[in-house]
């Protein structure tokens, strides 16, 4: 029941008092008086309750909004959590992939072990074997250092001639198209290794037979003047071509250039058919 409900029952009951009260007429006015201000009393009495009861009841109704807010406020604070919790799974599943991508490349990356040389104890009872040396060179690709990479590539360009070179003289392939590095010296034709590694020259050269009064020719790509690999021809007609690919092994401040080996007086052809170019493998 709640408090209108209640006062309404009591104003009822107190008309029905007075009613008894007032049909009973051979009680004396005293008593009648009487029981009339208890009955008042009373009534007073049960409007403060009716009034504390009120203002518990506004009490209670406020403490629910407050539970409602805080309600509220944690469902918010849930949401935010699940959607931090969702990011952080995809950067983990990112960084998954990520890792496994390296994985291969490192895998992928050439892999250099020395023998393992092994010393038996003398004492044949104990069988252990102990590892005196055990030397594992790990060689990575550039693409996974953090070395720059080196490559060039000059010619003999336009209608440029190199005209009767000698035995031991280095053809100087003067224009430079690529030279990241800075490694190829076109003033000399000379390469010079900026860091140590495994690397990859090429040369291709044009003989002019109507130009030279020796009809063969032979150079050679060569490391700090000692020869690698050759190339030769033979001009029967106006015009020979030859090439060479030789792949070394350098330390950085290592020389490598196309050199005349054989035969005196060669001239050799521009307009780009004669070419020295070069490129960094892998790095140490």
């Given at each position: 029941?709640?408090?209108?409900?209640?006062?309404?029952?009591?104003?009822?009951?107190?008309?029905?008092?007075?009613?008894?009260f007032?049909?009973?007429?051979?009680?004396p006015?005293?008593?009648?008086?009487?029981?009339?201000?208890?009955?008042?009393?009373?009534?007073?009495?049960?409007?403060?309750?009716?009034?504390?009861?009120?203002?518990?009841?506004?009490?209670?109704?406020?403490?629910?909004?407050?539970?409602?807010?805080?309600?509220?406020?944690?469902?918010?604070?849930k949401?935010?959590?699940?959607?931090?919790?969702?990011?952080?799974?995809?950067?983990?599943?990112?960084?998954?992939?990520?890792?496994?991508?390296?994985?291969?490349?490192?895998?992928?990356?050439?892999?250099?072990?020395?023998?393992?040389?092994?010393?038996?104890?003398d004492?044949?009872?104990?069988?252990?074997?102990?590892?005196?040396?055990?030397?594992?060179?790990?060689?990575?690709?550039?693409?996974?250092?953090?070395?720059?990479?080196?490559?060039?590539?000059?010619?003999?360009?336009?209608?440029?001639?190199?005209?009767?070179?000698h035995?031991?003289?280095?053809?100087?392939?003067?224009?430079?198209?690529?030279?990241?590095?800075?490694?190829?010296?076109?003033?000399?034709?000379?390469?010079?290794?900026?860091?140590?590694?495994?690397?990859?020259?090429?040369?291709?050269?044009?003989?002019?037979?109507?130009?030279t009064?020796?009809h063969?020719?032979?150079?050679?790509?060569?490391?700090?003047?000692?020869?690698?690999?050759?190339?030769?021809?033979?001009?029967?007609?106006?015009?020979?071509?030859?090439s060479?690919?030789?792949?070394?092994?350098?330390?950085?401040?290592?020389?490598?250039?196309?050199?005349?080996?054989?035969h005196?007086?060669?001239?050799?052809y521009?307009?780009?058919?004669?070419?020295?170019?070069?490129?960094?493998?892998?790095?140490?």
């Amino acid at each position: 029941m709640d408090i209108y409900s209640k006062m309404y029952s009591l104003t009822i009951t107190f008309v029905i008092l007075v009613s008894i009260f007032k049909a009973n007429c051979d009680e004396p006015r005293d008593d009648f008086n009487s029981r009339l201000i208890a009955l008042e009393k009373k009534l007073e009495r049960q409007a403060v309750q009716i009034i504390s009861l009120q203002k518990e009841v506004s009490s209670q109704e406020n403490t629910i909004a407050d539970l409602k807010e805080k309600v509220d406020a944690q469902d918010n604070d849930k949401k935010k959590m699940g959607s931090e919790i969702l990011e952080l799974k995809r950067k983990l599943l990112k960084q998954n992939r990520m890792i496994k991508h390296l994985l291969k490349l490192v895998k992928k990356a050439p892999i250099q072990q020395n023998d393992i040389v092994v010393d038996k104890n003398d004492d044949e009872r104990a069988g252990d074997i102990q590892k005196v040396d055990k030397t594992i060179d790990k060689k990575k690709r550039f693409v996974l250092d953090t070395v720059e990479t080196v490559a060039f590539e000059a010619t003999i360009a336009g209608g440029n001639i190199a005209h009767h070179t000698h035995i031991d003289d280095k053809i100087v392939f003067e224009t430079v198209s690529l030279n990241v590095g800075s490694g190829y010296h076109s003033k000399n034709g000379t390469f010079i290794a900026p860091v140590s590694g495994i690397y990859v020259f090429s040369t291709s050269v044009m003989m002019i037979g109507a130009s030279t009064t020796d009809h063969e020719m032979h150079v050679i790509i060569e490391k700090n003047n000692a020869e690698i690999a050759g190339a030769y021809g033979n001009s029967k007609g106006a015009y020979e071509h030859s090439s060479v690919t030789a792949t070394i092994d350098l330390q950085a401040g290592d020389a490598v250039a196309v050199t005349v080996e054989r035969h005196q007086d060669i001239t050799f052809y521009g307009d780009k058919l004669t070419s020295f170019t070069g490129f960094l493998l892998y790095a140490f």
